[in-house]
């Protein structure tokens, strides 16, 4: 299985990073890393299982990137990542994010972060030809260099 | 550099030769595990497989008397670092907006 894993310490109590990580996702989401056509205006999770994950544009338009697989406030939270190598959202894939949150201390949280399931992105490798943009696209860019070494 | 790689990537447009490379993409298998599944002869799929090998998208390895097949790691090495990188972004950005709200 290939997972990608990190591990920080973040100086703020558990619920308030449980709250900024899920809640105010906008506030630290890097703005270039969106797949809509426009600018992304924020990027939400509905508080729930089975909620989306979602982008919204400067347009108003949406784009789904996943949806909520545990919500387990404020220590755990499991998202779906469907979005494909080429950054499409596809329904049938889903590669697992896991964020725990842990107590250090009343203003101290551990955060352990995963991203699983990497090899299903093996089976999304078609589309590489398309136009590369910049931001997402640069990963095509860098998976053809790699596929075709 | 991208339509080369494209077309060595049309290997896949082929809807069998997908759902090969998707099955294995799970787990690695036999030709005989793969042609037990699906709807083609073995030969149909031990040439869909040659395919796929030819265009670096699958790898295999003898495994006693029979032959293993697998996505090539390479082919999603890429992504897998792509991320990587990002999340080491995202994540310290994150660590940043959570403690800027403590300090305001």
Same mark, same amino acid.
């Given at each position: 299985m290939m997972t990608i894993r990190k591990q920080?310490?973040?100086? /703020?109590?558990?619920?308030? /990073?449980?709250?900024v990580f899920t809640d105010n996702m906008s506030a630290w989401w890097p703005k270039t890393h969106h797949i809509g056509k426009a600018a992304m205006r924020e990027c939400l999770i509905e508080p729930r299982v089975n909620g989306r994950w979602y982008e919204v544009g400067e347009d108003g338009s949406t784009c789904e990137w996943g949806k909520v697989l545990a919500w387990e406030p404020p220590r755990r939270l499991v998202l779906a990542w469907q979005l494909n190598a080429e950054f499409k959202y596809d329904p049938d894939l889903i590669t697992e994010v896991e964020v725990r949150f842990s107590v250090l201390g009343p203003k101290r949280t551990q955060v352990d972060f995963e991203h699983r399931d990497l090899e299903r992105f093996g089976a999304a490798a078609e589309p590489l030809s398309k136009q590369m943009d910049e931001g997402w696209g640069q990963i095509i860019q860098s998976f053809a260099q790699t596929a075709a070494g | 550099m991208a339509n080369q790689v494209g077309a060595r990537f049309a290997a896949l447009a082929d809807p069998t030769r997908r759902v090969v490379f998707e099955r294995l993409a799970k787990k690695a298998l036999?030709?005989?595990?793969?042609?037990?599944?699906?709807?083609?002869?073995?030969?149909?799929?031990?040439?869909?497989?040659?395919?796929?090998?030819?265009?670096?998208?699958?790898?295999?390895?003898?495994?006693?008397?029979?032959?293993?097949?697998?996505?090539?790691?390479?082919?999603?090495?890429?992504?897998?670092?792509?991320?990587?990188?990002?999340?080491?972004?995202a994540l310290a950005a994150f660590k940043a907006a959570v403690e800027k709200e403590m300090d305001s």
């Amino acid at each position: 299985m290939m997972t990608i894993r990190k591990q920080l310490t973040i100086e /703020a109590p558990v619920e308030r /990073a449980f709250r900024v990580f899920t809640d105010n996702m906008s506030a630290w989401w890097p703005k270039t890393h969106h797949i809509g056509k426009a600018a992304m205006r924020e990027c939400l999770i509905e508080p729930r299982v089975n909620g989306r994950w979602y982008e919204v544009g400067e347009d108003g338009s949406t784009c789904e990137w996943g949806k909520v697989l545990a919500w387990e406030p404020p220590r755990r939270l499991v998202l779906a990542w469907q979005l494909n190598a080429e950054f499409k959202y596809d329904p049938d894939l889903i590669t697992e994010v896991e964020v725990r949150f842990s107590v250090l201390g009343p203003k101290r949280t551990q955060v352990d972060f995963e991203h699983r399931d990497l090899e299903r992105f093996g089976a999304a490798a078609e589309p590489l030809s398309k136009q590369m943009d910049e931001g997402w696209g640069q990963i095509i860019q860098s998976f053809a260099q790699t596929a075709a070494g | 550099m991208a339509n080369q790689v494209g077309a060595r990537f049309a290997a896949l447009a082929d809807p069998t030769r997908r759902v090969v490379f998707e099955r294995l993409a799970k787990k690695a298998l036999s030709v005989g595990e793969l042609a037990a599944t699906l709807p083609v002869s073995r030969p149909a799929v031990s040439q869909h497989l040659k395919v796929l090998k030819d265009a670096g998208l699958v790898t295999d390895e003898a495994d006693g008397t029979r032959r293993v097949y697998r996505v090539n790691p390479r082919a999603i090495e890429a992504m897998r670092k792509y991320l990587d990188r990002f999340w080491d972004h995202a994540l310290a950005a994150f660590k940043a907006a959570v403690e800027k709200e403590m300090d305001s």
